[in-house]
Structure formats: C-alpha cells, structure tokens
C-alpha cells in the first residue's frame, strides 16, 4: 500500500500541469542566482586584484633619482665647508682667520636644526591665507614627515623621498647665511652673528625662498624663473652683506694701510671647492637625474668657464696682468650668474650669460665700491649681489627657445623679464629692509663690533682665543 502511494505521488508530481508550470517559472528565478552569485564573486575577486594595482600605481621614488639626491646634498655641504669658508679664509688676514672658519661652520650647524625645526615648515607649506609670502608650522619639528613621505619633482607623477628633498633644501638655506660672514669679516661680534643668523633667516630667507618657490607663492605664481637660487640665494645674501658692512662701518685702517689676503692658496682650493659642490647646487635643483640635471651640469661648467677668462682678461687689459684671485672671482661669479638659469637656458646662452657677469662683477668689486665707499670686506655684494642680477634678469632673456633655451608657456621676452626684475626688485627690499631692523636690533641691544682693541689683535684671538698658524 505504501509503494502504491508513493508511486501515485510520484506521478502526480511529474504529470501536474500546475507542478509542471510552477518548475518551469523556477528555472529562471534559479539561473540567475546563479549568475548572481558568479558576478559577485567575479566582482570581489576584481576588486581583490585591484587593490595591489592601486597600490601599486602610487608614486614610489626611483633609486636613481634618490641617490642623485643624496650626492647632490653632499656636493652643497662640501661647498659650504670647507668651500665657502676656505675661499673666505684664505682671503682675510692671518689674524682672521680662524674666526671665519668657526662663523661658516657654526652657521651651518645653527640653520641645520633651526631648519629642521620650523624652517622647511614655514618655507614650504601651506600658509593659508598668508600662503602668497609664508608657509605654515604644520611640519614644525618634521612632523608627519617619515621614510615613505614622498615629494613632488617637476615631472608628474614622479616623487623623491621627503627626507631627500628636507636635507637637500636645508644646505640650501646654510649656504645663503654663511655667504654674509665675508661681507662683516674681521670686524663683526661672533655672538651678534650669530643671532643676526637667526633672524634674518627666519624673516627674510624663509619668505623669500616661499614666495619664489613654494606653489601659492607670490613669485612663484607670477612665473618668475629661478632654478637654483639666484635671487633666494644670492641677490638675497648680497644684500644683507651690503647692508651689514654699511651699518657696521669700515674696517680700522681701511684705504690707508694694506689689507692682502694672507693665503691665495687656499681662497683658489676654496673656488675649486665650490665649483665642485655647484654641480649639486645647480644639477641638483633639477630634483631628478634627467636631461634637465644633465643641461644644468654642462651650464655650470661653461658658464663658469667663459667668467672666469673674462674676468681675467679685464683684470689683464685694465691692470697689465692676470692674477689669480681675478681668475677665481670670475669663476665665484660665473657660478652665481648661472644659478638661476641653469637648467633652462641653452649651453651658448649660459656661456654669455658667464663672460657678461665675469666682467660685470669686476667693475663692481672696483669701480662700484671705490664710487661708493663700502667695505664689503670680501665683495660679497660685488660678486653675489651683482651676479646674482645679471643671472637673474638673464635668464628672462635666454631661456627663449629662440636663443636656445627651453622655453616656457606663452613665453614673452619683455614679459618675462619684467617678471624676473620685479622679483630682483622684491628680493632687493625685502633683504634690505629685514637686514637694516635685524642689525640696528643687534646694535642698540648688544652691540654688532669688536672693540677696537680685539680688531687690531684680531679675532681669532680676541674671539676665540686660538691662532691659525704658529711660528
């Protein structure tokens, strides 16, 4: 009986219309579930392969980019010290000169930390509404800054380590306070320097180098064109030593008794030093090694090259013979004339740009500062003041394609140079006045001089209680 039943239920199953239908309307409802569940797999499964590809697509800093980076920074410090210190050392007198080792270096350590501190913050971040002139303290003491932070270059999408771009900028920041000592040298108060170091970096340098600089910046949205540093660097520092020897007076003796330098030896090892460490200075400023590194390197060489055969052969047609100072300032200036247009103006260019300045900054070491009656103790204004014009407002010239340069968008040449001699201009007055309040400050509170009796002695002695050399 129970087979019976179950056989006719079986055969009502498989024979009922309304069984029958009601399979045939499941069918469907089934297949796509089916294709359902597939699609959602196949979706999470893409969406599991996804996730390393996005990874993946982020920028990640090439080696190579990175330790052209690294080497770029140590040519800087190598020009710093022992280049800038012992180009100025050999030129002071033998009773100097230990005092202007001990400045350069000490400078370089006290911007290093005050850089790493608040410096890189204010002259690169974000300032908000105050962004167009400084940056803000969201990166105070290298906060949020780690091994993976990365930094935009000027190609897109391509990024060097933060660190990279953090170390390479800080040397930057050194050189410019420490081109200052020879425009005081032998006379100004080792502690004075040293706080005149502080506030002078942190209200002139640091918004100099934002507004040229940092995106949002003054300058640096209105298209002014500086690679390397020609006016925050330069112009910015010869202004200051300008200014300094100025307020300062002149030396004890000045234009009655002789002041030679004490060992040209070693102001030449000094300029070769220097020229060394500007191949980071200048290809290094390109933030990756590319052709843009590779048209700033052979700049750096011509340039030089042509100023220091022009500032020779000046000196000999004016003075009947070359000297070896000449042909070492007329380098110092080639490199600075450079500076700004390094990695966009063609290598013709630079050479004029080069022979332009080597003369140039020859007569304002002489006739400009015989006119004006300064004592610019080592013709910092003269060399890097000057230089640093000429490089800057050339480079409005020769980075015309036309004249073989790169080129920029919607380029004009009477445009481009009224946007490159207003930031000559700005960085003239902005320099000017931060370093007159900084060491009128310093005058009235602590006094800038040595007494006249640590000046005649001089002041590795006076200052330092040590002598360079012994008998």
Same mark, same amino acid.
């Given at each position: ?32 579930? $089916? ?45 710093? $010290? ?80 933060? #660190? ?31 706080? #005149? ?22 300058? #640096? ?59 980071? #200075? ?62 966009? =103006? ?33 013709? =910092? ?91």
């Amino acid at each position: 009986m129970k087979k019976l039943f179950a056989s006719l239920g079986l055969m009502c199953v498989l024979w009922s219309p309304g069984l029958a239908l009601a399979q045939d309307a499941a069918a469907p409802v089934e297949e796509f579930a $089916v294709a359902a569940t597939v699609e959602s797999v196949a979706t999470e499964a893409a969406v599991a392969a996804a996730a390393p590809a996005a990874e993946a697509a982020a920028p990640v800093p090439d080696k190579g980019d990175t330790t052209w980076m690294m080497v770029s920074t140590l040519l800087v410090i190598l020009m710093i $010290v022992p280049g800038v210190a012992l180009f100025y050392g050999g030129l002071v007198r033998a009773k100097n000169m230990l005092s202007v080792l001990t400045q350069v270096m000490a400078i370089f350590c006290l911007i290093a930390i005050l850089w790493a501190v608040y410096g890189y913050s204010l002259a690169f971040g974000d300032g908000g509404g105050m962004n167009w002139a400084i940056g803000d303290l969201s990166k105070l003491f290298l906060a949020g800054i780690t091994p993976a932070s990365t930094a935009a270059t000027f190609s897109a999408g391509v990024v060097i380590p933060e #660190f990279s771009f953090v170390a390479f900028q800080l040397t930057f920041a050194a050189i410019t306070v420490a081109l200052i000592v020879g425009g005081l040298a032998e006379r100004v108060k080792f502690s004075a320097l040293l706080v #005149f170091a502080l506030l002078w970096f942190t209200f002139s340098y640091l918004p100099i180098a934002h507004m040229v600089w940092a995106t949002g910046g003054y300058l #640096f949205s209105k298209g002014d064109l500086d690679f390397a540093g020609g006016t925050v660097v330069h112009i910015n520092a010869g202004i200051a030593a300008l200014v300094g020897a100025i307020v300062l007076g002149k030396r004890i003796g000045y234009g009655r008794d002789a002041m030679p330098p004490h060992s040209l030896p070693m102001t030449m090892i000094g300029a070769s030093l220097l020229w060394v460490g500007w191949f980071g #200075f200048n290809a290094g400023s390109n933030l990756e090694a590319t052709g843009g590194a590779a048209l700033a390197f052979i700049n750096t060489i011509l340039a030089t090259a042509a100023a220091g055969l022009a500032w020779m052969f000046a000196e000999w047609t004016l003075r009947g013979k070359p000297s070896m100072l000449g042909v070492a300032s007329g380098v110092v200036a080639g490199l600075v004339a450079i500076t700004p247009a390094a990695g966009l =103006v063609g290598p013709m260019g630079g050479i004029v740009l080069g022979a332009i300045a080597g003369v140039v900054c020859l007569w304002g070491v002489t006739g400009l500062k015989k006119t004006l009656g300064y004592d610019d103790t080592l013709d =910092v204004f003269g060399i890097h003041g000057i230089g640093g014009i000429i490089g800057a407002i050339g480079t409005g010239i020769f980075v015309s394609p036309a004249l073989g340069g790169v080129g920029v968008a919607d380029y004009s040449m009477a445009g481009q140079v009224v946007t490159q001699a207003t930031g000559v201009l700005i960085t003239i007055v902005w320099s000017g006045v931060v370093s007159l309040v900084a060491f009128k400050l310093i005058d009235m509170s602590m006094g800038l001089r040595v007494s006249e009796e640590q000046e005649r002695e001089g002041l590795d002695t006076g200052s330092h209680g040590e002598r360079a050399y012994t008998l």
